[in-house]
């Protein structure tokens, strides 16, 4: 009788974990983390959205393009865009408005004093321009994040 070679042994499980471990642990450190969005940039690559786009009119593509960059305000603050969330829509929307509405989540990297929970803002970006924008504070537990909302 022969045996057939299993590919799930324990040997291969605890090489595997042993694997995991350590990609988790290269994954935490400074240079891991780079590597890590230089390996999501190469998955992203054909994203859709464009860059050098005026933001102040882009799509919610093209400001999920810009996630990671900074934002000169008025107020002296340097703001990071953290994350896009596009909303759910029904129906058609109305002319002159973008295709889909969208909040944009910054965080508060750097600025002198409080920033309001609500206020109007002059930003600058390097790639998208300056324009208005207005945000609100994201929640109470979390005191440097923004949000703006994109229609």
């Keep these: 009788m022969t045996a057939n070679a ?47 786009v005026r933001l102040d009119t882009a799509t919610v593509d093209d400001w999920s ?11 002296g603050h340097t703001l990071r865009l ?6 759910d829509h029904q129906n058609t929307r109305p002319k ?21 929970t609500q206020v109007l803002l002059r930003v600058t970006h390097p790639e998208g321009g300056t324009f208005d924008m207005f945000m609100t504070a994201g929640s109470p537990d979390k005191p440097q994040r923004r ?3 994109f229609g």
């Design 82 to 87: 953290d994350d896009v969330q596009q909303f």
């Design 96 to 116: 002159g408005l973008r295709d889909r509405a969208f909040a944009a989540g910054f965080s508060i990297v750097s600025g002198v004093g409080a920033l309001p």
């Design 6 to 52: 299993s590919i799930l042994s324990r040997r291969n499980v605890l090489v595997g974990l042993a694997g995991g471990a350590a990609v988790g642990a290269v994954a935490t450190t400074n240079a891991g983390q780079r590597e890590v969005q230089a390996f999501k940039q190469l998955l992203f690559q054909n994203k859709p959205g464009k860059h050098n």
């Design 65 to 75: 393009l810009q996630v990671g960059t900074k934002f000169q305000s008025s107020s």
């Design 147 to 149: 949000i703006a909302v």
